[in-house]
């Protein structure tokens, strides 16, 4: 039997120097920096999953769109190594963002909305149609290919949504608040998704982000707790991540009921006591 926890890691896929953002005067991140580097075990193929979790309001959708090219930083930068070649600036397109809300284009089916995302990486109508199609089977949702999104469950829509991402960039998926709003049977099933999607190729990387501790910790090789530092009873502005677990070395990567471990139960009281309100 290989060591399942055995493990090194490889090149730099994405990396944040330095970012800090500021909006209408008030600063919202600084200094973050952050690397994620291709977590690489003998003879298994799969990607990896970073949860970030921080509470409301703390800055997890800003940070989002600046890793996904979307927004600017205030000062700093983004790169991503989207062919494993060499890290390039990050731009708009290069990595997938599910939103919280799943936008999809409500005048359009499921499987328009999915063909209209595989046509901007400049493939053939024919070809985005097949590549749509293969992605709704993957999901099971092919028998809702030509419903609007008005007619899908919450669950559908947001495999929809994660289907149309992938579509349209390579291997990495940025997930805000994923768990938002879904029923605890439902929180598994997304975590079994996810855990499906980053390990259908080496370099998929998903990066998601809530406020829900238990289930980031549950999906999540290696966690991010984002927060704000204190001076004495004052807050600092500015949140930063402050601190980053490894639980591929501690044991604690995914696998089935492993929430109801001392192992992760102790982890959770420890995050929850450590950060306490300051996060
Ligand atoms: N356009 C904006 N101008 C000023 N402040 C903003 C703007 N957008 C968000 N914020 C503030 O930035 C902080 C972080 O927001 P957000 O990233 O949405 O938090 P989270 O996703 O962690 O709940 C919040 O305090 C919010 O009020
Ligand atoms: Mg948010």
Same mark, same amino acid.
């Given at each position: 039997m290989p060591d399942p926890h055995e493990h090194h890691l490889g090149e730099i896929l994405l990396r944040a120097d330095n970012v800090s953002q500021a909006l209408s005067g008030t600063q919202?991140?600084?200094d973050i920096s952050v690397e994620v580097k291709n977590i690489i075990r003998p003879n298994v193929q799969q990607g990896q999953v970073i949860g970030i979790f921080g509470r409301s309001g703390v800055g997890k959708t800003r940070l989002f769109r600046i890793l996904a090219g979307l927004d600017k930083p205030t000062t700093g930068s983004v790169f991503i190594n989207p062919d494993n070649t060499h890290p390039i600036p990050v731009k708009r397109g290069l990595v997938g963002l599910v939103a919280q809300h799943y936008p999809?284009?409500?005048?359009?089916t499921l499987l328009g909305n999915l063909v209209k995302a595989a046509l901007r990486t400049g493939c053939s109508k024919k070809e985005a149609t097949e590549r749509s199609m293969e992605m709704l089977e993957n999901f099971q949702l092919s028998n809702r290919? &030509?419903?609007?999104?008005?007619?899908?469950?919450g669950g559908q829509k947001q495999r929809g949504a994660i289907a149309q991402q992938l579509l349209c960039s390579k291997h990495f998926l940025l997930m805000d608040e994923?768990?938002?709003?879904?029923?605890p049977p439902m929180v598994n099933e997304v975590i079994e998704y996810i855990k499906r999607v980053s390990d259908t190729h080496e370099l998929n990387t998903i990066i998601l982000a809530s406020h829900y501790l238990e289930p980031v910790v549950e999906v999540a090789d290696t966690l991010w707790l984002m927060g704000k530092d204190k001076e004495g009873d004052t807050e600092i502005p500015g949140a930063r991540i402050k601190e980053i677990y490894d639980l591929v070395d501690m044991e604690?990567?995914?696998?089935? &009921?492993?929430?109801?471990?001392q192992k992760f139960i102790d982890l959770i009281r420890e995050i929850r006591e450590k950060f306490g309100t300051v996060m």
């Open positions: 919202i991140l600084r999809l284009f409500i005048h359009r290919a &030509n419903l609007y999104p008005g007619q899908l469950s994923p768990f938002s709003g879904l029923d604690l990567a995914w696998r089935p &009921n492993i929430a109801f471990t």
